[in-house]
T-cell receptor, first 117, second 122 residues
Framework: DQQVKQNSPSLSVQEGRISILNCDYTNSMFDYFLWYKKYPAEGPTFLIS?????DKNEDGRFTVFLNKSAKHLSLHIVPSQPGDSAVYFC????????????????FGQGTILTVHP | GAVVSQHPSRVICKSGTSVKIECRSLDFQATTMFWYRQFPKQSLMLMATSNEGSKATYEQGVEKDKFLINHASLTLSTLTVTSAHPEDSSFYIC??????????????????FGPGTRLTVT
């Protein structure tokens, strides 16, 4: 049961344009979402996050939008740069992820972003 | 940001042998560490949650007798793949977070990942 889904396995964008990465989830109890970036043979690195009480969070070139009614979030990168080429994972914090389960995440399948010069 | 290391980065072993992978938090006390497995072109699959000083909590379908996890200190967790078989070949990644977190380092619910270990069982 894939509770967090990234339905686009790959995305190709021209340098300078906007990259939009999408993520859908099924569990309405998720209350916090994170985006991670991963290069091959490396661990993921944190990019940006958003609480379910917000609908937008911005950090430099990265903006995450959350549409709770649609159970959908998206990551916008603008302008895209060749160095942004990587796999992007969205992740959600399951309900009751406190105490000894603090930090436990449910990941989507990832989307491979390629930014062409 | 916080740093998590993993050792070894790559290991090749023969079928039937055991392999130990170490995960260390270098500049913070990791009260909780997570072990993931990633198959090619697939998502990160959480294997287990490890809290310092207590037994690991395994996800459904993960054999706890095969994947032994020890979190004996606030900076070290180990994953031992016992009696490895070719189907255990994968990319194993650990991550760490801290209930004692310094909020100038950690975003809410953020966890820091190690660089991963590529295990190949021949």
């Amino acid at each position: 049961d894939q509770q967090v889904k990234q339905n686009s396995p790959s995305l190709s964008v021209q340098e300078g344009r906007i990259s939009i990465l999408n993520c859908d989830y099924t569990n309405s109890m998720f209350d916090y979402f994170l985006w991670y970036k991963k290069y091959p043979a490396e661990g993921p690195t944190f990019l940006i996050s958003i609480s379910s009480i917000k609908d937008k969070n911005e950090d430099g070139r990265f903006t995450v939008f959350l549409n709770k009614s649609a159970k959908h979030l998206s990551l916008h990168i603008v302008p895209s740069q060749p160095g942004d080429s990587a796999v992007y994972f969205c992740a959600a914090v399951p309900p009751n992820a406190g105490g000894t389960s603090y930090g436990k995440l449910t990941f989507g399948q990832g989307t491979i972003l390629t930014v062409h010069p | 940001g916080a740093v998590v290391s993993q050792h070894p980065s790559r290991v090749i072993c023969k079928s039937g042998t055991s392999v130990k992978i170490e995960c260390r938090s270098l500049d913070f006390q990791a009260t909780t560490m997570f072990w993931y497995r990633q198959f090619p072109k697939q998502s990160l699959m959480l294997m287990a949650t490890s809290n310092e000083g207590s037994k690991a909590t395994y996800e459904q379908g993960v054999e706890k007798d095969k994947f032994l996890i020890n979190h004996a200190s606030l900076t070290l967790s180990t994953l031992t793949v016992t009696s490895a078989h070719p189907e255990d070949s994968s990319f194993y990644i650990c991550s760490a977070t801290s209930l004692l977190r310094d909020t100038t380092i950690f975003e809410t619910y953020e966890q820091y990942f190690g660089p991963g270990t590529r295990l190949t069982v021949t």
